[in-house]
């Protein structure tokens, strides 16, 4: 549940922040005619986002047993990429997104009310579909149980609220410090999500060494505690994992923390000198 919450917590604060902005500049702008616009595109984002869901599930469930694990081990290494890739790309342009943001809006109000739409539905589209494929792809090695459904449900309410805070200028938070932290914690889920994806990978007959472990800690860590159902749900964490799979679980998580934990580089204009007299 944890790890679902995580999930809809980060991505649904993403988007919820996208939507806080763009009704923010057109409040500001006294542009509110244009809000039914932004609406339709973010229900529409929000549609298309449950349909890829459903889409997902259903193809998994139609499957055989090697293509089933074959699309599982797809989705899941896909799910590692694009969260990645989000992982930076948030890093890097947090602080530009609201600027970026509003200069985007403005070209689609002067170019009328469907670009408007499209604008809110393009920049709501991609969370919604990331959020998807890595909810997902996280889910996979779960139990068959309410619990992922209820986390990312609780995550996105969470997001909402505190975005509507945000607005309201209710709440102040860091939202570097934010960002930084679930960052962190979702690195750590991908790492999970591509150890699964290989795991599945070798379920498929892709990759070899099923049953070479690297290590069993079933004594220590039960598959069927409390503790070891956390840890697995959150993190990925078996008792008994093959070799490949922990290899591949450390060859993706030191490089990827040791990226992210750098600190940025801060841009610097050369300062302009003088005509000579």
Known sequence: MFASYLIGLREGLEATL??????????????KDKLPQVWTGVAAAVALSVGFGALLTFTAANLGHTGQELFDAITSLLAVAFVTWMIFWMRRTARALSGELRGKLTDALQMGSLAVVVMAFLAVAREGLETALLFFAAVQGATATADPLIGIALGLLTSVLI????????LKINLTKFFTWTGLLLILVAAGIFKYGVHDLQEANLLPGLSTYAFDISAILPADSWYGALLSGMLNITPQPSVVEAVAWFVYLAPTLVLFLLPQRVKT???STAPAA
């Open 269 to 271: 204009t050369p300062a």
């Open 18 to 31: 996208v939507v806080s902005v763009l009704i923010a500049f057109l409040v500001k702008s006294d542009r």
């Open 163 to 170: 975005g509507w805070g945000l607005y309201k200028s209710a």
